[in-house]
C-alpha cells in the first residue's frame, strides 16, 4: 500500500471480527496493597465512601494495523486497594480504519470478554497474595461499561 492511498474501511463489526485477530494479551499493571499498618490508603480512595467499590476504566487504541482494548479496575475494601490493568491486542491483515461505533461495539461484544477474565485473575490474586479477602467483580453487564477512545470514566461496578 502506498502512502497515499486512502485506508480500507471496516463496515460492520462482523468484518471487523473476521480481520481481527487477538496476538496478546497485555498487563500495565498489577498491583495491591494492604490496608493495615498505613493510616489510610494513597490516593485517599476510601474518603466519603462507605463499603467495598471498583472502578473500570475502558479504553482503545487504533495504530497500524493494531487495536488494542485495555481494561483497568481498582478495587477498594476494607482490607486494602487492588489494581490491575490488561490489554487485549488485536492484528489485522492490513491497517484499516474502523469507525468508532464499530470500534466500540467491537470493544464490548468481542474484546471486552476476552480481557475480563484477566483482570479478575489478577485483582483475585493479588488479594490472595497479600492475605486479604478476595473481592469478586460482578459479571460484566455490557450496558453499563463505557468506552472512552482515550481518557477514562469511572464507572462503579
Known amino acids: 500500500m502506498s502512502a497515499g492511498s486512502p485506508l480500507r474501511e471496516v463496515s460492520s463489526l462482523e468484518e471487523l471480527q473476521q480481520l481481527a485477530e487477538l496476538i496478546d494479551i497485555v ?6 496493597r494492604r490496608a493495615d499498618g498505613f493510616d489510610q490508603l494513597s490516593d485517599d480512595a476510601t474518603e466519603g465512601s462507605s463499603g467495598d467499590q471498583a472502578e473500570i476504566h475502558l479504553m482503545q487504541r487504533v495504530e497500524g494495523n493494531q487495536l488494542a482494548v485495555r481494561m483497568r479496575a481498582m478495587v477498594v475494601t476494607s482490607e486494602g486497594r487492588m489494581t490491575a490493568d490488561v490489554a487485549a491486542v488485536f492484528r489485522t491483515p492490513e491497517p484499516v480504519s474502523i469507525p468508532a461505533a464499530i470500534a466500540k461495539r467491537f470493544a464490548s ?3 471486552t470478554p476476552v480481557t475480563r477474565p484477566y483482570l479478575r485473575e489478577a485483582i483475585h490474586q493479588s488479594a490472595v497474595k497479600l492475605g486479604i479477602a478476595a473481592p469478586l467483580l460482578s459479571v ?18
Open 27 to 32: 498487563y500495565y499493571e498489577v498491583s495491591a
Open 109 to 111: 461484544v468481542i474484546a
Open 140 to 157: 460484566l453487564d455490557l450496558e453499563d461499561v463505557g468506552l472512552l477512545p482515550v481518557a477514562a470514566e469511572r464507572k462503579p461496578v
